[in-house]
């Protein structure tokens, strides 16, 4: 029996948390563990709570009970997932301090072991993978599959970052065998844009700038470019990394305004820069090749800022050749 199973035995009320504005992982994550506990503990209380996470993950079994607001009772079982320190919690953190025993299953390499019990396995590409292997295979049904394989194939870029290992093949490959619909999962949730979410992608492209001779590259979406196209930040998907795949790139920057001098920045590297070391000294956290945190100053200080950062390892590694 694994450590997760073991704390579900005894929980009559259960809670189920992810980050601040949930991805694919966490989603499919927070998703698969409701199924999957409602299995074991058919009799328990189970709450799932997510706030502004996005409409295109409506195909989830589960999507219409997330619950978005945080209440004052307490639960015996608090599971965070796919979450690397508490504040990400954000509000429903109170639920984690309720607890009367709580479990962390997450791959972040930052995470802080913020939990009472925390199984964190950094090299697993999704919070997805190292759940899976915290089931029992046999419970694992089609409506489990289909949560577990989203959460694969968003924090893989679909089989493509390199936290994509023979295991994950494995793992999605039996995930497969339970009839998901695959094709539909990838178009749908992964490729498909609106026709804004394409203008607003055609445009931050449009203005991004590249420095450290082509091997960095930036690009901000402002305020108000959020609302000449009508989007907002769950509509900024997939920017980063298309500045990530230009040719050339070592480490793409994307960062959008929150608030006057105020950034959410994300990063991504292709072989060398650690960005998870970056974002961690700026308050954030992450991968070694994906990672963010939040900035203040202009736009100059703070691409200045990451910039010092990132030149500092690309010399380095460039001392080591
Ligand atoms: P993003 O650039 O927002 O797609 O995030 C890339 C990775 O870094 C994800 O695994 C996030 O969970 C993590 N991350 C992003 N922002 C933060 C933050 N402020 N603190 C900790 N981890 C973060
Ligand atoms: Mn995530
Ligand atoms: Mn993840």
């Not at 396995?121 to 089609?142: H, M, N, W």
């Not at 006057?260 to 998870?276: F, G, L």
């Amino acid at each position: 029996m694994t450590k997760l199973e073991q704390m579900l035995e005894g929980a009559a009320s259960i809670v189920i948390l992810g980050h601040v504005n949930p991805d694919g992982d966490c989603m499919g994550s927070c998703l698969a563990m409701y199924q999957y506990a409602r299995k074991r503990r058919p009799d328990s209380v189970i709450r799932v709570c997510l706030k502004n996470f996005p409409g295109k993950f409506s195909y989830l079994k589960g999507y219409e009970d997330i619950q978005e607001e945080a209440g004052g009772e307490s639960f015996d079982l608090c599971i965070c997932l796919d979450c690397s320190d508490k504040e990400r919690l954000g509000d429903f953190g109170v639920y984690l301090d309720g607890a009367a025993n709580s479990i962390c299953v997450d791959h972040h390499v930052t995470n802080t072991g913020y939990a009472g019990e925390n199984i964190v396995e950094p090299k697993a590409s999704s919070t997805a993978e190292v759940l899976y292997g915290q089931f029992c295979e046999a419970l694992i049904d089609r409506d489990i599959a289909e949560c577990l394989y989203t959460g694969i194939i968003h924090d893989t870029g679909v089989f493509r970052y390199s936290s994509t290992s023979a295991k994950t093949m494995e793992i999605a490959g039996k995930l497969m065998g339970t009839g998901i619909d695959f094709t539909r999962i990838i178009d749908d949730s992964f490729f498909k844009k609106t026709y804004l979410q394409s203008q607003i992608l055609g445009r931050a492209l449009m203005e991004c700038i590249r420095f450290s001779e082509g091997k960095c590259i930036f690009t901000v979406v402002k305020s108000q470019d959020m609302e000449f196209y009508g989007v907002g930040p769950k509509d900024l998907d997939g920017i980063v990394d298309q500045l990530r795949t230009i040719d050339g790139v070592e480490c793409a920057i994307f960062m959008y305004e929150i608030d006057t001098h105020m950034y959410k920045v994300s990063m991504r590297s292709n072989y060398v820069v650690d960005v998870s070391r970056i974002a961690s000294f700026f308050g954030g956290g992450g991968h070694v090749r994906a990672a963010g945190c939040t900035m203040s100053g202009s736009i100059h200080d703070v691409v200045n800022n990451l910039s010092g950062h990132i030149e500092k390892q690309l010399l380095a590694v460039s001392a080591d050749d």
